[in-house]
């Protein structure tokens, strides 16, 4: 789990009020805001690439400042916090899953389902290859598989993030080994 955008906000030791809390308006820059916002979107568009996401995203961003506008401390780099919030709320933008547009169709017609014939026979050879491998390994690949991060995975297994990296690679160089395949650059297993 990420660290949140803000994490010294409302931390009662260092005299913050609570997220949300209303700052004093006359401190809050608006017209800095209003001259940084083309500056904003412009970095915007080039993490997203598009012009109506690079909006979106600027909108969030603003968002999320003026809810932690109490958190700004005056006279500090406004510019700086503002680009960070745009930056962690990119993150945050790209972790998101997104529906796919297919408006005339053409990514659907290319979807096909596998028949089920060609499946058994690789679905036997991986299910007979993972119970091959060491527990260690198989659990390692298991969890991953299930959408787990490494660091959750490290925590599960007991061991460093380093460890579970190691333990994913060799079982899928294994798996891929004993179902006839090489792995290729970039391949999900």
Avoid: H
Avoid at 10 to 15: A, D, L, T, V, W
Avoid at 48 to 70: C, F, I, P
Avoid at 88 to 105: C, H, I, K, M, Y
Avoid at 106 to 114: D, M
Wanted: charged share 25%.
């Amino acid at each position: 789990m990420s660290l949140p955008a803000f994490p010294c906000v409302g931390s009662p030791e260092r005299g913050r009020p609570p997220p949300g809390a209303p700052g004093p308006s006359a401190t809050w820059p608006l017209e800095e805001l209003r001259v940084l916002r083309p500056a904003l979107r412009s970095y915007a568009v080039g993490l997203v690439g598009s012009a109506a996401d690079a909006d979106d995203l600027v909108q969030e961003a603003l968002l999320k400042a003026w809810r932690y506008r109490a958190s700004y401390e005056p006279g500090t780099n406004l510019k700086g916090w503002l680009f960070r919030i745009l930056r962690n709320e990119f993150l945050s933008f790209v972790a998101r899953p997104r529906p796919v547009q297919d408006v005339d169709g053409r990514y659907a017609a290319q979807l096909r389902a596998p028949d089920r014939e060609d499946l058994v026979p690789l679905t036997m050879e991986v299910l007979a290859a993972l119970d091959a491998l060491p527990e260690i390994s198989r659990q390692a690949l298991v969890l991953v598989a299930r959408g787990e991060s490494y660091q959750d995975i490290a925590t599960i297994c007991g061991c460093d993030v380093g460890a579970v990296k190691a333990r994913v690679s060799r079982a899928r160089a294994r798996l891929l080994k004993a179902v006839g395949r090489s792995a290729t650059p970039g391949q999900n297993l």
